[in-house]
């Protein structure tokens, strides 16, 4: 009997491990992935005067596109950044929702604004600094605010970014966050087209920056609608799948009910992908525009200084060691 119990423990140990890892509400919008994609492709949207100086430090610009993520798990402020739930406001928030910050401040307070999102204010902000940055030739923050402005652009093109039932939470489809954002383009990013013209001069940031979350929100209903019946028709043996991810084997949206997803959103995610990597080019574009046109080939030369480099690397230790245990937000 002794013999049979230690062949059975000896069997339990040999199992490899199994981690059920469903996209779950901590799926950052577009996921690595796509945050990498946008701030990648968005470099060759950039006229001459541009072109060369982000092309030689591409490598950074992709690389660095999700800092704001992790950062969100070791700074408190972080989480709003990313989001906004306009139908907090109500059915009619585009039009009762001040689209400028101390008007909204002094309706709403700067309590609830932080914490229903900020996005569409903090993509004006950050547009701003990196004019000033143009301005004063300084490479550290012309790379770091380029990298970070664009991830705040992609988050803003998520429908899912845009609501309170931002995973599904509100209507039974917890998961739908990463699936659509992370599962979607992972399966079929490749196959995308990211060639998006040239980028452009944009006269209002910040009512641009709603406009973008207001075509975003116009597609929760949809996300959340055909997801919803998919799931009606779809066997749950048949919803998800086991697949191996290096050591481990993971369950996650199944390739056939992936497809079909992708299938009845006809097109949606890469559309909102490519709206993204168009934008991104066009506020770097602006944010030159607005500097003055400052001549980037004198800095092409210069590369990230030792104190950014290990100000990244603190930031990098305080991701892996140092999160949040309670992030506010889109993560609760």
Known sequence: MRNFIRIIIVALIAVPLVWIALPSEK??????????????????????????FYKKHIEYITEHAVDPDKRRYSIPEEAPRHYIDIDHYGPSAFDSMPKFWKKA??????????????VPWWID??????????????VDRILRLSAELGHYVGDAHVPLHTTENYNGQLTNQHGIHGFWESRVPEVYGEQYDYFVGRAFYV????????????????????????EAA?????PSDRKYAFEQRGN????????????AYNRALNGMVERRMRASILMVGSLWYTAW????????SKLEDKDVSDSAKKAQEEEE?????????NVKGHDD
């Open 27 to 52: 799926a950052e919008a577009w996921g690595f992935y796509g945050h990498k994609r946008i701030n990648r492709m968005a470099v060759f949207t950039l006229p001459p005067e541009m072109i060369g």
């Open 203 to 226: 006269e209002s940031v910040i009512n641009t920056s709603w406009d973008i979350v207001k075509a975003s929100h116009a597609q929760v209903d949809s996300v959340l609608q055909l």
């Open 125 to 138: 902000v950050m547009t701003y600094r990196l004019a000033d940055a143009f301005r004063q030739g300084d």
């Open 230 to 234: 998919l799931t009606k028709s779809t």
């Open 289 to 296: 525009i607005n500097a003055g046109q400052p001549d980037l």
């Open 317 to 325: 230790y305080l991701w892996k060691n140092g999160k949040l245990k």
């Open 105 to 118: 401040v002094a309706k709403y307070s700067e309590d609830t604004l932080n914490a229903y999102g900020i």
């Open 248 to 259: 481990v084997t993971i369950k996650t949206y199944s390739q056939e009910f992936t497809s």
